[in-house]
């Protein structure tokens, strides 16, 4: 069965620096590998995806995500974070079952920024 | 175009009543999902919909939940006899063949 884990609940960085969310995942063959963001009272946004090709793969609010088998893991990078930035981070992993994709959410990592 | 949409935006209930939520997707969207998202928590997968037929109904919690689909559009996810732990933002979301979730803004239930 798929599973997600985001180990870190909440992150605060420093608006302009650099920020990396951790995701790793469990699934038994190439997932399809999402991010999503939930900012107050809105809904999910999707950042970017990756269902094959490029490991690299670049999403929305200039966000990008590196997708590593070895590690299993899909970590979130963007290099300097803006103040409009800070909402709930979701990694999520995919399964094409009969044409619809069945997605396991991890937890969330909520991102606080500091101006 | 419309994006998915979903009503009631909130939702209080007494405990032991039965509430409605209803989902509308994006027009030509072939598959039409269920989430819960308890406070702090993440996305729990309910149900699923290709067509009008659901094929994974094992995310369901209990027997007091259930969902339909008619004329491949709108969907309604019904709970029965609401307990206190069903208090929660039920997201629907929906696709296209095999890509992408559109999520709607959610239902807010709360159940006292």
């Known amino acids: 069965a798929q599973s997600v884990t985001q180990p870190d609940i909440h992150i605060t960085v420093s608006e302009g620096a650099s920020l990396e969310l951790r995701c790793n995942y469990s699934?038994?063959?190439?997932?399809?590998l999402f991010w999503y963001v939930q900012s107050p009272g809105q809904g999910l946004q999707l950042l970017l995806k990756?269902?094959?090709?490029?490991?690299l793969v670049q999403g929305i609010k200039g966000f990008e995500a590196e997708f590593k088998r070895s590690q299993s893991s899909f970590n979130l990078r963007k290099p300097s974070v803006h103040w409009s930035d800070a909402a709930e981070y979701f990694c999520?992993?995919?399964?094409?079952?009969?044409?619809?994709?069945?997605?396991?959410f991890g937890q969330g990592t909520r991102l606080t920024i500091n101006p | 175009g419309a994006g998915v949409s979903q009503s009631p935006s909130n939702k209080v209930t007494e405990k032991g009543k039965d509430v409605e939520l209803r989902c509308d997707p994006i027009?030509?969207?072939?598959?039409l999902y269920w989430y819960r998202q308890r406070l702090g928590q993440g996305l729990e997968f309910l149900i699923y919909?290709?067509?009008?037929?659901?094929?994974?109904k094992s995310g369901l919690p209990s027997d007091r939940f259930s969902a339909e689909r008619t004329g491949e559009s709108v969907s309604t996810l019904t709970i029965q006899r609401t307990q206190q732990e069903d208090s929660a933002v039920y997201l629907c979301?929906?696709?296209?063949?095999?890509?992408?979730?559109?999520f709607g803004p959610g239902t807010r239930l709360t159940v006292l």
């Open positions: 979301a929906s696709s296209a063949y095999g890509v992408e979730q559109f």
């Open positions: 999520a992993v995919g399964a094409l079952i009969q044409g619809a994709q069945k997605l396991v």
């Open positions: 027009s030509g969207h072939t598959a």
């Open positions: 919909f290709q067509g009008n037929s659901a094929p994974d």
């Open positions: 699934y038994g063959a190439t997932p399809y």
């Open positions: 990756y269902f094959s090709g490029d490991t």
